[in-house]
């Protein structure tokens, strides 16, 4: 029998952490189109409908229920306009640890979504779940990402050198003005004690983290 993770929602003070729905369509085009998205992922450019139909319908759901991790798309309590997205994958339910990705849309970075949304993925992760590890990789030049990751308390462990493929504008190459450059990850992991100081970042960035199973 394969181990899975709940159908779950997470909520913060600001933000609502659930399941992609068909809604999220096409807010969700507009955030992976974006230069930035395009530079640090792997995800397909340009992105179209039909990727987005493909994440929403069978990528994130299936996630899930084949046991490799969970996607959350982050949405604005108040608004419930579609901020970015938590991604935990490569679990290992034998260790109890997983890898968490991150993505967030132009218009609401700077606000310390990721931070708060990632932040209440690991304590949902360590306390109801009881999982001991969090790895993220960071490409070596994505700062924004690096920052999140020291945020919330990560552990420098690393560095895989010219372990990902990025994406920078060019102005000769591709027909789609990107072309590929190797680039070094920082690993960082994050435990549950690491944590514990983890509550005074989780009120400056806007509240708590509690979590409802069996989100439909």
């Not at 609502?16 to 530079?39: G, Q, S």
């Not at 001991?132 to 990560?154: F, H, M, S, Y």
């Not at 789609?176 to 990850?185: A, E, F, S, Y």
Request: proline share 5%.
């Amino acid at each position: 029998m394969t181990t899975t993770f709940p159908d779950v929602s997470i909520s913060t003070d600001r933000l609502v952490l659930r399941p992609y729905e068909e809604a999220d369509v096409p807010a969700h085009i507009e955030m992976m189109n974006d230069e930035a998205v395009t530079a640090w992922t792997n995800a397909p450019h340009p992105y179209t409908e039909r990727d987005a139909e493909r994440w929403v319908r069978r990528i994130a759901p299936t996630e899930r229920t084949q046991g490799r991790g969970i996607v959350l798309a982050v949405t604005e309590f108040l608004t419930q306009r579609l901020v970015g997205l938590v991604h935990l994958s490569r679990t290992d339910w034998h260790i109890r640890a997983a890898e968490v990705s991150y993505i967030t849309a132009p218009w609401a970075r700077g606000e310390g979504y990721a931070t708060e949304a990632v932040l209440a993925v690991a304590q949902w992760l360590f306390r109801d779940q009881r999982f001991e590890r969090i790895e993220l990789r960071t490409p070596a030049d994505n700062t924004a990402a690096q920052q999140v990751a020291q945020k919330i308390g990560c552990i420098s462990e690393g560095v895989l050198r010219n372990a990902w493929i990025a994406r920078t504008r060019t102005e000769n190459g591709s027909p789609d003005g990107w072309t590929n450059i190797r680039t070094d990850l920082l690993v960082w992991s994050l435990l549950p004690e690491d944590l514990e100081g983890a509550g005074d970042e989780m009120a400056d960035a806007g509240g708590y983290a509690s979590a409802y199973n069996d989100w439909n």
